[in-house]
Nanobody
Framework: QVQLVESGGGLVQAGGSLRLSCVAS??????????MGWYRQAPGKQRELVAT???????NYADSVKGRFTISRDNAKNTVYLQMNSLKPEDTAVYYC?????????WGQGTQVTVSS
């Protein structure tokens, strides 16, 4: 079974930065062909897409984070990153790493990001 482990969450003041990491393991399927993404969910809201990155490195971002967040991947390390700059209180949420391999979806346990005013 594929396992995704997030790290890098924490407390930060508005305007600050954090970098989230997601390390994948547990399958012979090469990480390089996985479609990866970051999602987030605040307590009273539905889970929403933050950013995705294709196997070819093409990226897509939610309008709310464009220009502030950057998703990237290091296939040699089986890792996807989310660099978050100029953080706002509305970015506060649990951030989840997602992988799509064929018809299967995999999720990490999530990492809490809290942005204070």
């Amino acid at each position: 079974q594929v396992q995704l482990v997030e790290s890098g969450g924490g407390l930060v003041q508005a305007g600050g930065s954090l970098r989230l990491s997601c390390v994948a393991s547990g399958t012979r399927i090469f990480f390089s062909i996985w479609h990866m993404g970051w999602y987030r969910q605040a307590p009273g809201k539905q889970r929403e897409l933050v950013a995705t990155i294709s196997s070819g490195g093409r990226t897509n971002y939610a309008d709310s984070v464009k220009g502030r967040f950057t998703i990237s991947r290091d296939n040699a390390k089986n890792t996807v990153y989310l660099q978050m700059n100029s953080l706002k209180p509305e970015d506060t949420a649990v951030y989840y790493c997602n992988a799509v391999i064929g018809i299967n979806d995999y999720w990490g346990q999530g990492t809490q990001v809290t942005v204070s005013s």
